[in-house]
């Protein structure tokens, strides 16, 4: 083990094995598949502190809207370990105080928020038990999230799986696999999900530019799965769909409005616009808790702005010149006009969005 400064240790794990992307330790500590050291390394995390956790999801060790929830839910249980009050009240305003702590690390992924908001909730319905009643409590809640994200995707990716024809060459952008939930994925599973019931499916893997999550986490959780895959740039997209060498794209998302515009990883918007321009059905892929219906479209989805240096350098090494204005939106949003299908949970939604995710939702 190598012990860091970041309130977590690191260890080193077999390429050859499954991987978890996140999990309780038997010493109650959270451990993380580091994703910024894939492909090359498979190292895992142990975070022992709130500040270990925010600093992970900050820095995309974990990511993937479902990953960043499930990770939000356990560092919250994990800080109230140490937290110490004398009353539920002052408790509670300590809870409160840390879940914003984690809140402002990612600001486009709701369900981050959406997770915080349950484990709170949690926290006020068993009020009248003893303080350590409530905190085992917590951390119960956490876990069973996550048991609950991977069969959430699993029920995905068998609705969406019907969508898919038999042969299907698939085009997907940034990673919405096991490594951006709890296990499985969402736009990942549908494709396992269609190889499980036997078709025969290549897909076209997108780099996914400024941080190449297609190129270092899709193709290498793929590789892993034995599916076949092929890496592309962005933009080499529409030259293969020209060339009538994609039958679909599937992505995930980080947030979807009421009306179904998508945010998704940066560059979504123009695979969209590439797949209506040939033909090609463009699905989403994310669970109901990817729903913000309180948002009425897109404009009101607030888009994370990630630091220059992003873009400036690559694998640490400068590519740009000294004093360029850099722009790093690390999101955009899709039309809900350009969406084929929304694939839930709990079916697949159809427009008029406003009213078939609705439906899909039942009031979560």
Excluded at 74 to 87: D, E, I, P, R, W
Excluded at 122 to 132: G, M, N, Q, T, V
Aim: glycine content about 8%; overall charge neutral.
């Amino acid at each position: 083990m190598l012990r860091s400064s970041n309130n977590f240790t690191r260890t080193k794990s077999s390429m050859g094995e499954d991987f978890t992307t996140i999990r309780w330790t038997p010493q109650g500590t959270i451990r993380l598949l580091d994703q910024t050291r894939l492909p090359l390394e498979e190292v895992y995390l142990d975070c022992s502190t709130l500040d270990g956790v925010a600093e992970a999801i900050r820095r995309l060790q974990v990511r993937g809207a479902p990953a960043i929830g499930v990770a939000a839910a356990m560092g919250l249980a994990l800080s109230a370990q140490t937290l110490q009050a004398s009353s539920f009240s002052a408790f509670y305003w300590g809870l409160e105080e840390r879940a914003e702590t984690l809140r402002a690390t990612r600001p486009t992924a709701v369900n981050l928020a959406w997770a915080l908001r349950r484990m709170l909730a949690l926290a006020e319905k068993f009020r009248d038990l003893p303080l350590s009643g409530i905190k085992a409590r917590l951390v119960a809640e956490s876990e069973t999230m996550r048991t609950e994200d991977i069969a959430i995707n699993r029920a995905m990716g068998q609705n969406g799986q019907a969508l898919v024809p038999d042969p299907a060459r698939i085009l997907t952008h940034c990673n919405a696999g096991g490594l951006a939930t709890a296990g499985y994925g969402t736009a990942i599973g549908v494709i396992r999900a269609a190889v499980e019931a036997g078709k025969h499916v290549r897909v076209w893997v997108d780099e996914t530019r400024p941080l190449l999550q297609g190129a270092r986490l899709t193709a290498w959780e793929l590789t892993k799965a034995g599916i076949p895959a092929t890496l592309i740039t962005d933009n080499m997209a529409a030259h293969f769909m020209g060339r009538g060498e994609v039958d679909l794209v599937v992505v995930g998302a980080d947030r979807i409005a009421s009306n179904g515009d998508t945010a998704n990883k940066i560059g979504t918007y123009g695979v969209a616009l590439l797949a209506r321009a040939h033909g090609i059905p463009f699905y989403v892929a994310a669970p109901v808790s990817t729903l913000d219906l309180r948002l009425a479209d897109g404009r009101q989805i607030p888009i994370e702005e990630r630091a220059p240096n992003e873009v400036t350098e690559l694998a640490g090494r400068r590519i740009a010149p000294n004093g360029i204005a850099v722009a790093n939106p690390a999101f955009d949003v899709t039309p809900a006009a350009y969406l084929d299908a929304i694939i839930t949970e709990r079916g697949v939604a159809h427009a008029p969005y406003s009213e078939s995710l609705a439906r899909l939702a039942g009031g979560v």
